[in-house]
């Protein structure tokens, strides 16, 4: 009971410090498709200025920076953001900053393209609109990003969440609190548009051990219920893997529209 009293007394902006290692190495990155959406209907070029609200590690910037644009990423975790700055300090068009999406710290009217991946449910809303509006250009895009479980769940995914269910207090709300489109209404100010694309992974047991380890309400090694989580865990894995391997299937969703002022 302490141990989760203590994760609820926790700040949205602490919760993955001890996760840093598993983000790097398990969290998906977004399809390709998905990036080229953002040049199509977001104008993402090599001349774009984007911002990477709660950029976390650095797995969507470094898609961005691909694209030739130039990228903030903006994460408040010191260990996240030291270890995409360790990732992507050599990259010229990279620029780390410590900040919130409630107060990024960038300049006025400085962004023609705000995103976050898997970081809008932190986000205290009006507050982050309103600092959206501050630094994005007029006519300025949004995009919100998410890897999250297909509709249709295959037998694999429905034990893992049974497992989640069982084992992980703070899954089911965590979980219901993403991809919350009246949220995402309201933080654009009006319509949304939504893209989904197919996306998986391939994991052996570590993978698939530290893909759940990298999830803010996974109970770690010091708490009662990590034991017993990772043993049932082990048994899923060993249900549905195929020589070593389980394919961990996601639907990526990406909503996007122009960030409307004085709605």
Not at 152 to 176: C, N, R, S
Request: hydrophobic share 45%; net charge neutral; glycine share 8%.
């Amino acid at each position: 009971m302490r141990s989760v009293a203590r994760a609820r007394l926790m700040h949205p902006t602490e919760r993955f410090s001890s996760r840093v290692e598993s983000y790097v190495r398990y969290r998906p990155s977004y399809p390709l498709a998905a990036i080229e959406l953002l040049a199509e209907r977001c104008g993402l070029s090599a001349a774009s200025v984007a911002a990477d609200l709660g950029s976390g590690t650095g797995i969507l910037t470094e898609q961005l920076l691909a694209t030739g644009a130039q990228v903030y990423a903006v994460e408040p975790n010191d260990g996240m953001r030291a270890a995409a700055e360790a990732h992507l300090g050599g990259h010229s068009r990279f620029v780390s900053v410590k900040g919130t999406a409630e107060a990024t710290t960038l300049p006025p009217s400085s962004v023609d393209l705000l995103v976050a991946g898997q970081a809008f449910h932190w986000f205290d809303v009006p507050r982050a609109r309103a600092e959206a509006l501050r630094i994005v250009r007029r006519g300025g895009c949004g995009a919100l990003l998410w890897n999250e479980r297909p509709v249709e769940a295959d037998a694999f995914l429905a034990d893992l969440e049974g497992v989640l269910l069982e084992h992980a207090a703070e899954y089911a709300k965590i979980t219901a609190s993403r991809a919350n489109e009246a949220s995402m209404r309201a933080f654009f100010g009006g319509a949304l548009e939504l893209a989904t694309f197919p996306n998986q992974q391939r994991l052996d047991f570590e993978g698939l051990k530290g893909r759940l380890m990298s999830s803010s309400y996974a109970p770690e090694p010091s708490q009662p219920r990590h034991a017993p989580m990772i043993a049932a865990l082990h048994r899923v894995f060993d249900r549905h893997q195929r020589n070593g391997e389980i394919v961990y299937p996601y639907r990526s969703l990406v909503y996007f529209a122009p960030l409307q002022r004085g709605a």
